[in-house]
Every structure is written in structure tokens, then in C-alpha cells.
């Protein structure tokens, strides 16, 4: 079946300093791949998603590429800020049921940034 | 736009019992919820898809008998967990998306209910 692993944390990182979230899939056909952020109390908010290979999604200066050859989506952001401070999530669509499908997630990295 | 509600965000309830949680798309029409459930520290895990008016699809190895899952309408599903027990507590996260053209299959997550069962 599909899956995602991305890497655990937590992940302790200074202010302004780079990030990189790996993340890498499994999946037959063509899923859309995407990150979700999860602040304290709140519930998912979709980061950036990316719906077929080489394609690039941004938002609020993270970054992530689809790479359909090393079935990666890794997440970027080049200086971090302490209100980046939560969970992200991994996940893939497999677009199986015409879009309508569940999200399959990986675990969540725990991301805290020190002032 | 496209806000996800769930209620309760918490419950305790003793076992044996039942409690329904309500997952409401508050300014769109949800064809499709998504009820997910997420252990502490662990990844969420997909238990059923639901479309309004038809009976919901449940992933492998969730024991619809005791999740139910009602869609009734565009803007409502429930998730009932029957016969709780211990183990069945957990954080249920139901999701929604709109019709296709207008909300591009993008999910909207609730913000979750904390369920415990004593």
C-alpha cells in the first residue's frame, strides 16, 4: 500500500537558521503529495501541495519539490522564525477515486525554534 | 473560507457506552468527509470516507459495527463510537472536501476531539 516516512524529531533549530524536512513516498500512479502544519490546539492547515512531478510548492517561504525519481517531497524554508514552531505533516493523495481519496500521512515532525 | 468544525473537542465517557461526534464544513457543501483518527505521536490514520447520502467506506481493519459514520447532509457527518472501550481512545479528526471545480479536492481539517474512555 502507499506510505510516507519523514523524519522525526523533534527538530531544534535557531532563529533564522535553514530547514529542511525530508519526507519520501510510496505510491502507485500519480498521488498529489502535500505538507500540513499543526500549531498547539489547532487543527491541520495545508502548507503547500504539489500535484504532478518537477512541480514546486510554496508558501510563507517554505518550499518543497516534487521529485517524482527519488519519490521525494522534502520541505525547505531558508531562515526560520519561532512562530514556525509546530508539527508537519507529509502526505499523499493516491487520486485514485478521482481526487476524492484519503490522505495517507507520515508521522510528523515536531519542529521548535529557538529564539 | 472553508472551515471545519468538530464537537465535541473533548469527551470522557465510560465504557460500554456510546458518543457521537459531529463534524460540520461551516461556509461550504462537503461531498466528501474523511474521519481519521491520530495516536499520540503517531501519524493519522485514514478510517473512513463518507459521501453524503451513501453509506461510508471504511479502510481496512476498522470495524465499521463500531464506528458508525452518518453523512446525512452536505454540511454534516457524524462518527459514532459504539461500545467504547479503553483502547478506542484517541483523537478523531475528521476532514471535508467540496465539489470538484470549486475547491480542487483540497481537504479542510477539523481541529480534532480528544476522546477517553474510562
Known amino acids: 500500500g502507499d506510505s510516507v516516512t519523514q523524519m522525526e524529531g523533534p527538530v531544534t533549530l535557531s532563529e533564522e537558521a535553514f530547514l529542511t524536512i525530508n519526507c519520501t513516498y510510496t505510491a502507485t500512479g500519480y498521488p498529489s503529495l502535500f505538507w500540513y502544519v499543526q500549531y498547539p490546539g489547532e487543527g491541520l492547515q495545508l502548507l503547500l501541495k504539489a500535484t504532478k512531478a518537477d512541480d514546486k510548492g510554496s508558501n510563507k517561504g517554505f518550499e518543497a519539490t516534487y521529485r517524482k525519481e527519488t519519490t521525494s517531497f522534502h520541505l525547505e524554508k531558508g531562515s526560520v522564525q519561532v512562530s514556525d514552531s509546530a508539527v508537519y505533516f507529509c502526505?499523499?493523495?493516491?487520486?485514485?477515486?478521482?481526487?476524492?481519496?484519503?490522505?495517507?500521512f507520515g508521522k510528523g515532525t515536531h519542529l521548535i525554534i529557538q529564539p | 473560507g472553508a472551515v471545519v468544525s468538530q464537537h465535541p473537542s473533548w469527551v470522557i465517557c465510560k465504557s460500554g457506552t456510546s458518543v457521537k461526534i459531529e463534524c460540520r464544513s461551516l461556509d461550504f457543501q462537503a461531498t466528501t468527509m474523511f474521519w481519521y483518527r491520530q495516536f499520540p505521536k503517531q501519524s493519522l490514520m485514514l478510517m473512513a470516507t463518507?459521501?453524503?447520502?451513501?453509506?461510508?467506506?471504511?479502510e481496512q481493519g476498522v470495524e465499521k459495527d463500531k464506528f458508525l459514520i452518518n453523512h446525512a447532509s452536505l454540511t454534516l457527518s457524524t462518527l459514532t463510537v459504539t461500545s467504547a472501550h479503553p483502547e478506542d481512545s484517541s483523537f478523531y479528526i475528521c476532514?471535508?472536501?467540496?465539489?470538484?471545480?470549486?475547491?480542487?479536492?483540497?481537504?479542510?481539517f477539523g481541529p480534532g476531539t480528544r476522546l477517553t474512555v474510562t
Open positions: 502526505a499523499l493523495r493516491a487520486n485514485l477515486r478521482g481526487g476524492a481519496d484519503g490522505l495517507t
Open positions: 463518507s459521501n453524503e447520502g451513501s453509506k461510508a467506506t471504511y
Open positions: 476532514s471535508a472536501t467540496g465539489l470538484a471545480g470549486q475547491l480542487s479536492y483540497e481537504q479542510y
